[in-house]
């Protein structure tokens, strides 16, 4: 088939995985006109490095080791697929995997797709380390986006792990690729903006997951809180954005922006009275009156009292309970 792939892998101090990662690259060429691989070293303090360059020795295809100084994933996947030579792009995680064949069983769709689908994306499930393995763990997850990208995105069972999916290297170059401002749900902001851009999504349903990603303890998305929150809102604020400018701002949509708003709200409640404000009030230009989904009591008591001084209430409610249980 006539497609080819550049694998793109940002590293950052991943020695421990790196090489079971690279491993799953095996075998990953057969069927395929052409694969390269590019790995970032992302400013790595650890050996990381050193082991890529040893497995890149026998590598069966062309592959590259670049070094920049830290400027964090976002920035080491930018300067992977500028590099790249690839028609579709792979980015893989450093400590994620790909199951064998996936290139192949994706490249065999794109081959026949038009210019203007931007992304294909397959099944993918979680791996966790129990007793010093790793293993599946979960159920397959297999987002299916449907016609409309957007409305699919917003939906987290819809979301796609970026090592499930090939992304056209002109639609990247048409949106800049990832920004580089951000560290997390930066994968998600890629795509709805290929989506805003008229970017085509395609399915390639599998039985058996394409991709791992390993659920680690000190993953950024774990550790980092505030920011993962923070990157959901700005998300939901950009085609908040979109839909208003484009008159396209249906009751459906208000109404799954503002349950975003509502679980941003609930975390700065207890975090950031100024952010928790300011989306009180996004909440309330955006849908009037809305109630949160859930807990019940809250609904009940936003139904009584308005969501704001419902919300104070079950803060005081959450801080005494903790001093109790201290």
Known sequence: MSVAISVVIPLYNAGPWVEQTLASL??????????????????????????????????????????????????????GWQHARGTWIQFLDADDLLAPGKLAAQARVCAALDNQVAVVYSPWQRY???????????????????????????????FIQLG??????????????????????????????????????????????????????????????RTFVEGCMRNARMLEQHWRGHGELTTMRVQRLAEIYFQGARFYADTDVACFERLVCAIEALAPGALPAGPPTLRALSRLIGYRRAEQVATHYRRAKALVWS
């Open 26 to 79: 095996r075998g990953q060429d057969e069927g395929l006109a052409q694969i390269e691989l590019i790995v970032i070293d992302d400013g790595s303090t650890d050996d990381g490095p050193e082991r890529v360059q040893a497995a890149l020795s026998g590598a069966p295809f062309p592959a590259a080791l670049l070094r920049t100084a830290n400027g964090g994933p976002s920035r080491a996947r930018n300067v």
């Open 128 to 158: 966790a380390e129990k007793g010093g393995q790793w293993s599946p763990d979960g159920p397959v997850l297999r987002p299916n986006l449907g016609s409309a990208p957007l409305d699919g995105l917003i939906e987290s069972a819809n």
């Open 164 to 225: 499930a999916a090939l992304f056209r290297r002109a639609w990247l170059e048409r949106v800049a690729g990832f920004d580089e401002r951000h560290r997390l749900i930066e994968d998600v902001d890629l795509m709805l903006r290929i989506a805003i851009a008229g970017g085509g999504f395609a399915e390639v349903p599998t039985p058996l997951p394409l991709c791992f990603y390993r659920q680690r303890h000190d993953s950024l998305s774990r550790g980092e809180q």
